[in-house]
Each structure stands twice: as C-alpha cells, then as structure tokens.
C-alpha cells in the first residue's frame, strides 16, 4: 500500500549548518508531495509541495525535488536558523481521486546558536 | 479569512463511551479530512468528506464515523471508545483541485 518513510529524529544542528531530511515514499499513480512543519506550541501548517516529477517545491530557504526515479522528496536548507527548530513531517496524497492521505512520523529538528 | 477551528480543545471519557468532535473548515473550503495522532507520531489518515459525503477512508474500524453539513462543518464520531483512542484528533479542511490541508488546532482526547 502507499506510505512515507521519513528519516527518523531528532537531527540537531549548529546555526548556519546544512540540513537535509531524507523522506521517500510508496505510492501507484503520481502522487503529490508535502512537507508540512509544525512547531513548538503551534499547529501543522504547510511548508512546501510538489505535484508532479522533477517540480521544485520551495518556501522559507527550505526546497525538495520530486524524484519520480528513486520515489524520494528529501527536504533540505542551506543554513538553518535556531527558529527553524521544529517537527518536519513529509506527507502525499493518492487515491483514485486522492482522497488518501499519508504522513511520515516526523523528524524533530533541534538548531543550536 | 477564517481558519479552521475545532472543539473541544481536551476531552476525557471512559473506556466503551462514545464521543463526537466538532470542526469548523476555513472560509470557501468545502472538504473536510480527520486525523488520528499518537504523541511522537505523524497524523494517520481517518477519512475525508466531500459535498456531505465520505470521500476516501483509511485503515480504521467503522466505529470511527463522521457527517459533514451543508455549511461544510464536520463532526468525528467514535463509539465503544478504547484506551488506544487516546490521541490528538486533527481536522483539515481543503478546496479541491488543490490539495493542501489547512489544520485546526486539534482535540486532545484522553480515554480512561
């Protein structure tokens, strides 16, 4: 069935460092692909997506490349900052006519100044 | 623009109780998805409601079940209520070709 594999946590980083979460996923048909973030005391809220192969989802300094040929949406940021601390969770929709849902279990990022 | 509001923000029943949550969707979204999550994990899929009726359902039992109204609000409603059902309970609301879920706050619901 589909699902989302998602690098388990916490990732902690100096401030400035690279990050990269790495997420890949199972799905039939072309699914669409979501980061979504939720931070400390705050609601899920949408980060970034991609709808098709080979889109570029970006927002925030953040980016992920939907890659069709290794099924993978990895999320990475050149320099993080200590507000980006935070759950990051990888997610897609599919389904016939998608209307099914699925979410990685999340990474906890931790950033350090 | 009105987000998406939930209530009750906490809950407590007994094990076998039946419990019903309410969600408001955001302004113009006339799709309703509910989610289950366990603490340290990611939000797992119950179902969605479109134009008042289940669109799409995950790996639950029937005994979660839900309505959507005509103003596009939902309701979860979960009967015979276990211990393994307490979670956080998320409700997003979205407006189709886009598929973005726009999240409430959540209801926490602790089974006792």
């Known amino acids: 069935g589909d699902s989302v594999t998602q690098m388990e946590g916490p990732v902690t980083l100096s401030e400035e460092a690279f990050l990269t979460i790495n997420c890949t996923y199972t799905?039939?048909?072309?699914?669409?692909l979501f980061w979504y973030v939720q931070y400390p005391g705050e609601g899920l809220q949408l980060l970034l997506k991609?709808?098709?192969?080979?889109d570029k989802g970006s927002n925030k300094g953040f980016e992920a490349t939907y890659r069709k040929e290794t099924t993978s949406f990895h999320l990475e940021k050149g320099s993080v900052q200590v507000s980006d601390s935070a759950v990051y969770f990888c997610?897609?929709?599919?389904?016939?006519?998608?209307?099914?849902?699925?979410f990685g279990s999340g990474t906890k990022l931790n950033v350090k100044p | 623009e009105t987000g998406v509001t939930q209530s009750p923000t906490h809950l407590i029943k007994t094990r076998g109780q039946q419990v019903t949550l309410r969600c408001s969707s955001q302004?113009?979204?006339?799709?309703v998805s509910w989610y289950q999550q366990a603490l340290g994990q990611g939000p797992q899929f119950i179902f969605q409601y479109y134009r008042e009726e289940e669109n799409g359902r995950g790996n639950f039992p029937p005994r979660f079940s839900g309505l959507q109204f005509p103003n596009y609000s939902s309701e979860l409603n979960v009967n015979a209520l276990e211990l393994d059902d307490s979670a956080l309970y998320l409700c997003?609301?979205?407006?189709?070709?886009?598929?973005?879920?726009?999240f409430g706050p959540g209801t926490r619901l602790t089974v006792t």
């Open positions: 997003a609301s979205s407006l189709p070709p886009s598929y973005e879920q726009y």
């Open positions: 302004s113009g979204h006339n799709t």
């Open positions: 799905a039939t048909g072309y699914p669409s």
């Open positions: 997610a897609l929709i599919a389904g016939d006519n998608f209307n099914k849902f699925y």
């Open positions: 991609a709808t098709k192969a080979d």
